[in-house]
C-alpha cells in the first residue's frame, strides 16, 4: 500500500475532479463551459464567514478548490524528498500530469480559470521540485575515487 502511495500521483485527484465537473458540465457546448467557469469563479453563491472584524469573507467553491490542491501539493513535496524507484516514477507521472493539464488548459474552454491554472502551476511545481530534489540527493550520494 506505502509503495501505491508512494508512486501515485496525488495532484491528479483535484486535476480528475475538475475533468469531471468540467467535462460534465460543458456537454452544452461553449455555453456549458463558460456557465461551469462562472459558476467556479464568481462569488455569486459563496460561503460567507463572519470573521471578528464583524466583515463576511465570501469563499466560492473554486478558492475551496485550490485550497484541497494546496494541502495536496505540499503532501507531493514531502514524497519528492525521497529516492527510489517509486520516487522516480512518481516524477514520471507527475510530468504527465503536468502535460495533460497544460493541454487541458490551452485547448478547452471549460478549463481556461484562474482556480485551473492555479492548479497546472502546482502540477508544474510539483515536477521541478520532483527532479531538482532528486538530483541533489543524486549528487550527495555519489563518491568520487580517492575522495573521502
Known amino acids: 500500500m506505502g509503495a501505491i502511495?508512494?508512486?501515485?500521483?496525488?495532484?491528479?485527484?483535484?486535476?480528475?475532479?475538475?475533468?469531471?465537473?468540467?467535462?460534465?458540465?460543458s456537454v452544452g457546448g461553449q455555453e456549458g463551459a463558460a456557465a461551469f467557469v462562472a459558476q467556479l469563479t464568481r462569488p455569486e453563491h459563496p460561503w460567507?464567514?463572519?470573521?471578528?472584524?464583524?466583515?463576511?469573507?465570501?469563499?466560492?467553491?473554486?478558492?475551496?478548490?485550490?485550497?484541497?490542491?494546496?494541502?495536496?501539493?505540499?503532501i507531493e513535496l514531502l514524497k519528492s524528498t525521497s529516492t527510489g524507484t517509486a520516487a522516480i516514477f512518481n516524477h514520471a507521472l507527475s510530468m504527465l500530469?503536468?502535460?495533460?493539464?497544460?493541454?487541458?488548459?490551452?485547448?478547452?474552454?471549460?478549463?481556461a480559470s484562474t482556480p485551473f491554472f492555479l492548479i497546472l502551476v502546482m502540477t508544474l511545481l510539483d515536477v521541478l521540485a520532483g527532479v531538482v530534489v532528486t538530483i541533489i540527493s543524486a549528487r550527495r550520494d555519489v563518491e568520487f575515487a580517492g575522495q573521502r
Open 97 to 111: 500530469v503536468f502535460i495533460i493539464c497544460l493541454v487541458e488548459f490551452l485547448l478547452h474552454p471549460a478549463f
Open 48 to 74: 460567507l464567514i463572519d470573521m471578528a472584524s464583524h466583515a463576511q469573507w465570501a469563499l466560492t467553491s473554486g478558492d475551496l478548490f485550490v485550497l484541497l490542491s494546496m494541502i495536496l501539493l505540499f
Open 5 to 25: 502511495f508512494n508512486v501515485f500521483p496525488l495532484l491528479l485527484i483535484p486535476v480528475l475532479i475538475y475533468n469531471i465537473w468540467a467535462f460534465g458540465a
